[in-house]
Each structure stands twice: as C-alpha cells, then as structure tokens.
C-alpha cells in the first residue's frame, strides 16, 4: 500500500489518511475522531485520494517533462557553440596562407570524425612509421622496444606516433649520432608510450607551449615546421581519453610521452 506524507493540515492528507483507515478497516467503515462514517461517503474520499494521486503524478510527469525539455535545449545549444566553433575554423582556414591550410583542415578533420576503436597493435605501427620516415633519415639509429596493444583508432593513432617520431628525428638530426628510442609500458589504469631522442632539446619552462597550435621553440631557419605536429598528437591522444607530456633538457634531447586508457 502506498502513503503519501502530506502535512495534516492539508485536505489532500486529511483525505489520504481517511482513505488509509478505510482501507485498514476492511472496507465496512471509516473512523473518524471517534465517528463511524457511513459506508456511501467512502467513495468521497476515495474520490478525493485519486484525484489527489492524480495530482501527484501530473505534477512529477510536468516536472521531469521541463527538466528533460531543459536538458535538450542545453545539448542543442552546445552542438550549436561546437558547429560554430568549427565554422569558424574553417573561414579560419579559408583565410589563413596556403602552406597553413593543409595542416589546420587535418586538425579540423580529426576534431570532427567519429572514432572507430579497435585493438591495434603497437608495434606493428612503430614498425611503420619507421618504414615509412627511415629513407629521411638514414644516419639515426631507431630502437622499437616492447609496446603493449591499446584500444583505439588506428589511423589516428598511426598519425600520433609518425608526427612524434618525425619530431624526434628531425631535432637530433644535427646530433652525432642520432639516436630515437620507441617504448612502452602497461599501467594500472593507462598504457604509456614514449620517444626518446638526443637532440636538441628544450627548456621546461616553455613546455606548456610545445602542444599549443603554430607555437615554436626554434625558428624556421633553424628546423622546419609551422608548428601543427604536436598540436595533432594532443588532440588525437585526448580524444582517446589520453594525455600526452613532454620532458626535456637543452642539448640532452626530450622524451614525448603519451598515456591512453589501458584496455578493459
């Protein structure tokens, strides 16, 4: 049986607590202060408890109705910032020089794309992206160590690694002997991947500005770049659940360490 807490002075609870005892009392009468109530008035205030119900669930049904109502104009409204968002970036990229469009509609692109995650094996992607940037560099030397399979997209993840590894061969270009280590990890909660080189390096000071788009370190004359590379690995790693870091030291290279969700 259902009770309904309701303050005594309301008729709704008056009504609510005659009903009760009808109830409890088999039906034959209602009891009040004393009283025996005939047995025709107790369709009153069963009336009266219904219609009290009915009131009850209305008013709740109103409720979750506005609050669902409010719930879909705030989503249809942060679709509405993100699509103009994206608008902007593509005048953005309609207005900006030609040697900027290519890399800024790739982030766009890789901003807007569903993710299609599957197990992808590490390993074989290292293999090819060192396949694919050895003829480059054919003095550096490229270590691929152990790395654990991961859940994810495997062509933005391909993206990811090759524009780390290009990063890290073309900074210890100028090295001796150039040298690029590719490893992993596995986590309680994250599988980490890391490129090592030793090569130029940078002061931690400025690492915050190392993942931010059209932000250098160096400048044009002394390596090549505009400044997208890293940009694209943050984004590609955050929209694994991820976070990509970086460490480093002037003239003793830098470690680009990304963590994405270990597999479940």
Same mark, same amino acid.
């Given at each position: 049986?259902? !009770?309904?807490?309701? #303050?005594? #002075? ?15 009392? /088999? ?14 008035? +107790? ?16 008013? =709740? ?19 509405? *910032?993100? @699509? /103009? ?11 900006? #020089? ?37 003829? %480059? ?8 160590? *152990? ?14 690694? %090759? ?19 590719? $490893?992993?990890?596995?986590?309680? %909660? ?7 080189? +030793? ?12 993942? @931010? ?8 004359? *002394? ?7 890293? =940009?694209?690995? %943050? ?6 659940? $991820? ?8 003239? *003793? /290279? ?7 969700? !270990?597999?479940?």
């Amino acid at each position: 049986m259902v !009770r309904l807490s309701l #303050s005594p #002075s309301c008729p709704v609870a008056v009504a609510t607590l005659e009903a009760t005892s009808f109830i409890d009392g /088999g039906g034959a009468s209602l009891v009040k202060s004393g009283q025996a109530i005939p047995h025709e008035n +107790n369709l009153n205030t069963w009336m009266v408890l219904l219609a009290a119900l009915a009131l009850a669930s209305t008013t =709740a049904l109103v409720f979750v109705g506005r609050r669902c109502i409010a719930q879909g104009r705030r989503v249809a409204q942060l679709s509405a *910032e993100l @699509e /103009g968002a994206h608008g902007q970036l593509d005048s953005l990229t309609h207005a900006i #020089s030609g040697d900027l469009q290519a890399p800024l509609r790739e982030l766009n692109r890789i901003g807007r794309q569903a993710l299609q995650f599957e197990s992808v094996d590490m390993e074989a992607l290292a293999r090819q992206v060192v396949d694919d940037l050895r003829p %480059r560099y054919a003095a550096a030397t490229i270590t691929i160590g *152990e790395l654990p399979p991961v859940k994810g997209d495997g062509p933005l993840l391909y993206i990811a690694l %090759r524009n780390l590894v290009d990063n890290a061969l073309k900074f210890s270009a100028s090295a001796q002997a150039p040298q690029i280590e590719i $490893g992993g990890r596995v986590h309680d %909660r994250d599988v980490e991947y890391w490129v090592r080189d +030793n090569g130029t390096g940078f002061d931690m000071a400025n690492r915050h500005r190392l993942f @931010e788009i059209f932000q250098r370190l160096h400048t044009a004359d *002394e390596f090549a770049g505009i400044g997208t590379g890293l =940009a694209m690995v %943050r984004l590609i790693v955050e929209r694994h659940g $991820g976070s990509a870091h970086a460490q480093g030291k002037p003239g *003793e /290279g830098a470690t680009f360490t990304s963590l994405l969700p !270990r597999p479940r």
